[in-house]
């Protein structure tokens, strides 16, 4: 009997991993078939080789690129190097990319792991460049001043923060005030990764300034990218492995107020509720992690791989 109940329990703590793990695999989206759209003219963009994990794009046409990321379990083509930030002229007919110096008081570049990144205008036109680092696989924000001139990027600033502690994204609100996502709760990747498998769903938003830090939003399965309107009024925020994108209405004391929940689902049926551009199964393009478009033209990056560009 006692036999029996123990044989029965293992046969139940089977089913339930079992049914775990096949949910596991349905938010990681495991077994997609992606079948291609193609898109007319789109070239490798040059010098870029080792990821191009974000991208900015200014009002002018000069799109920024965060490139070299290592982040554990992920490939990296260039493991012993630093990671750097691109710049690319949107305008160019064929336009390859430069790598922006770092001046200032920034000691520590070579362990600089640059992930997320956004940029803020100042009402001087000043241009902050945000990002989130990993330096030691922690979690910082550096703020650069952008030296157009001189093609370099002029370090301000580095923040630090218990309520930042497994960065991935970022949107700037100000020069040194921005919401973030942190893609898990823990910092130990040991206890990330159980986090994740078991789907706790404790990834969350903060808002940061120098005065005021606070959580904006949390629940999330895998908090990814987030972004804001070009008007300012709302702020995206994507939930990777519950493949959806959360709306919020932003407020003038920069609470959040959840409007809505775009399901990415049927996108590769004859009625999607989003439309797809370009979809390759991974003999171009691995990784894929970012798209940005500047008239009429399509940008797409990936976390350590190439970087393409298209017409659309
Ligand atoms: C922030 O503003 C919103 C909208 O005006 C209001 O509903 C909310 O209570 C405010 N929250 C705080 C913490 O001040």
């Not at 895998?222 to 493949?243: T, W």
Request: proline share 5%; aromatic share 10%; glycine share 6%.
């Amino acid at each position: 009997m006692a036999k029996l109940t123990v044989l029965t329990l293992m046969g139940l703590g089977l089913a339930l991993f079992r049914d775990h793990r096949s949910s596991y695999e349905e938010r990681l989206n495991a077994f997609r078939e992606v079948k291609p759209v193609e898109l007319p003219n789109c070239n490798f963009v040059k010098g870029v080789e080792a990821g191009s994990e974000d991208i900015e794009i200014l009002p002018n046409g000069l799109a920024f690129i965060s490139s070299g990321l290592k982040y554990p379990g992920i490939k990296s083509f260039e493991p012993d190097k630093p990671g750097k930030i691109l710049l690319m002229d949107l305008n160019e007919e064929d336009p390859a990319v430069l790598e922006l110096k770092i001046t200032g008081s920034k000691s520590d570049l070579s362990s600089f792991n640059p992930h997320g990144i956004s940029t803020f205008t100042d009402e001087d036109n000043a241009v902050y460049l945000l990002v989130v680092n990993h330096p030691d696989f922690k979690s910082t924000v550096e703020v650069f001043k952008f030296q157009e001139e001189e093609k370099s990027l002029l370090h301000q600033k580095t923040i630090r923060h218990k309520l930042l502690p497994s960065l991935n994204d970022i949107v700037a609100v100000g020069p040194e005030h921005f919401y973030a996502t942190n893609d898990h709760y823990f910092i130990d990747p040991y206890l990330q990764s159980w986090e994740m498998y078991l789907g706790l769903a404790w990834s969350y938003v903060v808002y940061y300034s120098p005065d005021e830090v606070r959580v904006a939003a949390e629940g999330f399965d895998f908090a990814n990218g987030i972004n804001i309107s070009p008007d300012g009024k709302y702020v995206y925020i994507s939930e990777l492995l519950a493949h959806k994108i959360h709306v919020y209405e932003k407020h003038a004391n920069w609470t959040l107020t959840l409007l809505k929940v775009l399901r990415i689902q049927n996108i590769l049926t004859e009625e999607p509720k989003v439309k797809l551009v370009y979809a390759e199964n991974g003999t171009v393009l691995q990784g894929c992690s970012v798209a940005s478009v500047y008239k009429g033209k399509l940008l797409i990056g990936t976390v350590y791989h190439k970087a393409l560009y298209c017409e659309l």
